[in-house]
């Protein structure tokens, strides 16, 4: 729909809204009507009497307004658009009516994108990522060491100082009895200025979750061009390492959890990233399962072995998959 007037302006040619005469005219083209313009279609449809002088150079620009989305083609939740919950698509075609025939046509396409709703929770590394290192391989009866990384983009939230990094932690794998030697691990960097330690942050086990907050001194050990008061909203990288329990004989580990970046503020996205790793003490062996054929296509790691009538295994071959 055209905006409200005024809406329509142009160069190389003067406007005017249509006067009553031209209103009440059969052929909006006629010549008294040049340099008028009318909304037609309950204001959808503009129509502009450009004359019929070939050396008219005439620029017109006009504005419009979306007032309705309904009906439109529309692409919900787009996976490269993780902050987008739809996007909608207008297209507008122009005809330029000159000559007996066909008017020559031209379209141009808007395209209007609807964001997810605020406290949604969005999984998109451009603006937080969890990653962790390679496999882990340790000696029966150690623990492993296991390093993550989480990674907040700049102006990801309004202020870092009012926010927390909830580590869904899985304490049936990692332990978590000595905070301080965790805290201790915590190495990092905030506006690309490397230097953050263990005193940058508290650290806190609240319902299961490690959770990560900015403390009182914050940035108090980085270069001075860095350090700023809140709000805090430049790029932050921390480091942690996280212990498991000592792993039992032969025995691989594998290490999935998932972290999100909390605030209170109500226009707040809550960024989410998961992640997996394995720890393993298997070292250079080969580590392998083994399946037996059941037949019919299927594989099995427990097989009945049929008996003939004496009581005897029917048949004593068997055919194994190694992998």
């Known amino acids: 729909m055209w905006a409200d007037a005024p809406f329509i302006t142009a160069t190389g040619i003067t406007l005017a809204a249509a006067d009553a005469t031209c209103l009440a005219a059969a052929d909006f083209s006629d010549d008294a009507c040049i340099g008028q313009y009318v909304l037609l279609d309950a204001g959808a449809t503009l129509k ?3 004359g019929a002088d070939v050396t008219t150079n005439a620029v017109i620009t006009a504005h419009a307004s979306i007032v309705a989305v309904d ?34 046509t031209r379209q141009a396409t808007t395209t209007l994108r609807v964001p997810q709703a605020p406290g949604s929770v969005i999984d998109d590394p451009s603006q937080f990522s969890k990653t962790t290192g390679g496999d882990i391989v340790v000696r029966p009866g150690q623990s492993a060491q296991v390093n993550y990384t989480f990674t907040l983009a700049e102006g990801a939230v309004e202020d870092l100082s009012q926010v927390r990094i909830v580590d869904d932690i899985d304490q049936a794998i990692f332990d978590l009895s000595d905070l301080d030697a965790i805290q201790a691990s915590l190495t990092g960097s905030y506006a690309n200025a490397a230097g953050l330690t263990g005193d940058d942050f508290a650290l806190a086990v609240v319902d299961g979750d490690l959770v990560l907050t900015t ?6 050990s980085l270069p001075a061009w860095a350090q700023q008061t809140p709000p805090l909203t430049k790029r932050l990288q921390v480091n942690v390492t996280l212990p498991t329990y000592p792993m039992i004989g032969k025995q691989t580990l594998t290490i999935s959890n998932a972290a999100s970046v909390e605030g209170d503020g109500i226009e707040e996205y809550i960024w989410y990233s998961d992640v997996s790793g394995e720890a393993t003490t298997f070292g250079d062996e080969l580590e392998v399962s083994r399946l037996v054929y059941a037949g ?8 009945r072995i049929p008996l003939d009538g ?4 029917a048949s004593n071959t068997a055919i194994y998959r190694i992998h």
């Open 296 to 303: 019919d296509g299927e594989w099995t790691q427990n097989l």
């Open 71 to 104: 009906g439109l083609p529309v692409a919900l939740n787009p996976s490269n658009l993780p902050q987008v919950a739809a996007v909608y698509t207008a297209r507008n075609t122009a005809s330029f009516d000159y000559r007996d025939g066909s008017a020559y």
């Open 48 to 50: 502009v009497n450009m």
């Open 215 to 220: 403390s009182s001194t914050f940035g108090a």
């Open 310 to 313: 004496d009581g005897d295994i």
